[in-house]
């Protein structure tokens, strides 16, 4: 049973960074998709960023563009998510997802879920 463990989250002031992992296991990590995603009380989860199986394709929100970086290291079964430049609105839960093979901005597309890092970011 595959199994995704989120951390790095934490209370930053706007501006500042955070690097979010998420460790993966219970399966083959390099034949996973991985997404992250975030959601705030009330509101629908929302796509930040995904890095196919092979790391040959990201895609990102046009919201994080230019500021969030998804990447991810086969050998420690990790996926990453770079927050650089944090603005007040991404504060949110982050939850990171896995699809096998399969790489999509569509919630619905992955079976596995973290459970989730609180992010911060005062104003």
């Known amino acids: 049973q595959v199994q995704l463990v989120e951390a790095g989250g934490g209370l930053v002031q706007a501006g500042g960074s955070l690097r979010l992992s998420c460790a993966f296991s219970g399966g083959t990590f390099s034949t996973y998709s991985m997404g992250w995603f975030r959601q705030i009380p009330g509101k629908e989860r929302e796509f930040v960023a995904a890095?196919?199986?092979?790391?040959?394709?990201?895609y990102y929100a046009d919201s994080v563009k230019g500021r969030f970086t998804i990447s991810r290291d086969n050998a420690k079964n990790t996926v990453y998510l770079q927050m650089n430049s944090l603005k007040p609105e991404d504060t949110a839960v982050y939850h990171c997802a896995a699809s096998q093979w399969v790489i999509s901005i569509q919630p619905g597309s992955y079976y596995y879920w973290g459970q989730g890092t609180q992010v911060t970011v005062s104003s």
């Open positions: 890095i196919k199986w092979n790391s040959g394709s990201t």
